[in-house]
């Protein structure tokens, strides 16, 4: 049976990544992420897990990648200088196609900004803050609930595709203490093993190859250079290098509608907010306060790869409203993909919108 707990959203990722199955953890500590590392060196050992700090955040994913082609299921957590460390090893997770997981609790920058208050200012660095063209998979959770919910569901995309999922939350939802539910058990998605015969980087019918897990009898190569499906370098070869960057973003992009996830509330709306991650409470709060405003919501769970199609769903909308706890990153991707007006609503400080301030918008509609 599933049990009612009490916990702030920091233990409710943690305790979401051990549901998942989650035997490994390597990370170095930074608020407001700290609390993952410290619930998961207490529950790890205790589930025959390993848990390491490690001396930085460049060695934490190096490790996590490192286990991860073991055949673990493994994860970081971290916050915005750690985040931009990582940046190097991300790419090469991306290149050598290895699942895990990466908790981002955003905070404000840039440097070493505000590290006690929410940002939501990575939301571009994750999809483009690696060099080089790949796509990225990045969930956005706007409670406790969702931070357990969304971090057993990254462990099973990672494993789906193929590459470092993002959670990306921020100071808000981390350190908001609220009831949630967990389940007892948890639906979890095993990677796919390489099939005898397969060379260990075919991509197949789905784009994405089996994995060829450490120490079951695979040889293989394994590079950040470009190679070919046997896993070789080919690194001056303009054809291999085309057909591998095309697949590793395909995998994703060609299944981007299946991997959305988000919440519709009145479709029929002609105001319609569009939100992620901590402004989606306020805009529930505006929405119950003021239900005959008839305004709709389209909460996204799911931030990358943008579900540009959802937009379309809002068949009578005159106006998109995007509120963002940074001067406007995912707002670009709205009015990219309509031609109706789109109202920023950046807010900057560490603070979330207020109630007031987004029906005071709404107010204003002529």
Known sequence: MS??????????????????????????????????????????????????????????????????????????????????????????????????????????????????????????????????????????????????????????????????????????????????????HVEIVPRRPLEKGTLPFHGGDDGVPGFPEFGRGHGVHVTGLTHDERGYPEATDPHIHETLVRRLVSKVESARHDIADYEVVNPDAETVFVTYGPPTRTVKQVMHDHPDDNVGHLHLRIVWPFPERLLKIFTNAKTFIVPEMNMGQIVREVERHTCLPVIRVPKLGGELHTPDELHKLLEARP
């Open 3 to 184: 049990k009612i707990e009490f916990m702030q959203g920091n233990t409710a990722c943690a305790e979401g990544a051990l549901a998942a199955g989650c035997n490994f953890f390597g990370g170095y500590p930074i608020t407001p992420s700290t609390e993952i590392a410290e619930h998961m060196a207490r529950r790890l050992p205790k589930k025959d897990g390993v848990f390491i700090q490690m001396e930085d955040e460049i060695a934490s994913i190096a490790a996590v990648i490192g286990a991860s082609w073991t055949g673990a299921r493994a994860m970081t957590a971290t916050s915005g200088p750690g985040f931009s460390l990582m940046m190097e090893n991300i790419g090469y997770a991306v290149m050598t196609e290895t699942p895990c997981v990466i908790v981002n609790i955003q905070r404000g920058g840039p440097s070493t900004g505000q590290p006690t208050m929410g940002a939501q200012g990575d939301m571009l660095q994750c999809r483009f803050g690696s060099h080089g063209d790949y796509s990225t998979i990045a969930l956005c959770p706007s409670s406790a609930q969702e931070m357990y919910d969304l971090t057993v569901k990254a462990f099973n995309l990672a494993d789906r595709f193929r590459l470092p999922v993002f959670v990306m939350s921020d100071e808000v939802i981390a350190h908001t203490r609220e009831r949630i539910t967990i389940p007892d």
